[in-house]
């Protein structure tokens, strides 16, 4: 997100908010009924709607140029309409073939003060409170799958963060982001489930994976806070964080990734003993590439010399490989 994004998205997240309240307004007629109050129902019966002309004269008439903001055609979607009734924190959902992930991702509130009326009695640092509560807010020892309070995941996608950020606990069962370890196990596994979907409350987007690793979880212990680097905008800043990612890579997954590029990346525990982590980053599909279709995916050009039919599964070696590989050695 550009520095000129910066200094009017608190603008453009109140359009949205009004933007979205005054969609909500006119399609609730489509909606399951709200519980309100008698009183209220009867003051709605009898008081003329305004027409969709008198709400767009709220806004001002360039309102879009100026603070560039602009979600879905249709707004926000259904699902995003019915979780947001259940918890203001929702902010899209996240899948990954092949795993356990399929969750609902909340935005983790930031810092609370204590006592607070929505977050409970005591106070939280920034990215804590869903480390211990269910997406409904409740006291659950397993958390649940958030988005770096620090990420912008708005409608707009020139003004989301370049790397959106997503924690989950790796758990022994499997759930929440313990299957993913699957990739840390065997890195082949790349080749059977490459792909990861997130969609936020206006639409869905599509990743395919490029790296996962391990790396320290301390700001005393590396130099790569990959927690702390949401905003990614200058090519130095997206150079770094791609490369230490390809420096630690588990595979050389062949994907290409620029400057540009939309990325996400999924964090877990992995030790406690030195607080390391193991995270997998994506980045967003390009025009042109098939999710689902491995093939469709551009690759580096220096892995184009090694593998000319693009991405692809290593065929199991065949005792003649084994005997040509003694050979050389």
Known sequence: MNNKTKA??????????????????????NDEPSVISTETETAAETTAEPTTEEYHDILPKNWAE????????????????EWNRRNKDYIGWLRMDGTY???????????????DPI??????????????HAWDRSYFRDGAIYMDCNDNFSGADADQSENLVIY??????????????????????????????????????????????????????????????????TKEDFDFYVDHCKAKWL???????????????????????????????????????VYGDLSTIQCREDYKKDHPNGIEKPKPKTEEDNEKDEASE
């Not at 313990?178 to 596994?189: A, E, F, L, V």
């Not at 400057?259 to 607080?275: F, H, K, P, R, W």
């Open 8 to 29: 009017v998205s608190a603008i453009a997240a109140v359009m949205a908010a009004m933007g979205i309240g005054i969609y909500a307004f006119l399609s609730n007629k």
């Open 66 to 81: 100026m603070y560039r903001y602009s979600a879905s055609d249709m707004g926000m979607t259904q699902k995003a309409r």
């Open 101 to 115: 992930v399929d969750y609902p991702v909340m935005m983790d509130p930031g810092e609370t003060e204590e006592g």
């Open 119 to 132: 977050y409970g009695p005591e106070a939280r640092v920034p990215n804590s409170y869903y480390l211990d």
């Open 168 to 233: 989950g606990h790796n758990m022994a069962n499997g759930t929440m982001f313990g299957s993913i370890r699957r990739y840390r196990q065997d890195p082949s596994y790349f080749y059977d489930s490459p792909f990861i979907e997130l969609s936020n409350r206006y639409k869905d987007y599509k990743y395919v994976i490029f790296a996962f690793l391990i790396t320290p979880g301390s700001y005393n212990a590396t130099d790569f806070v990959y927690w702390n680097m949401e905003e990614l905008d």
């Open 251 to 289: 595979l050389d997954t062949g994907v290409d990734v620029e400057y540009g590029d939309q990325l996400i990346t999924l964090s877990t525990c992995y030790a406690d003993y030195d607080n390391s982590r193991f995270i997998i980053v994506g980045r967003r599909l390009r025009e042109g590439e």
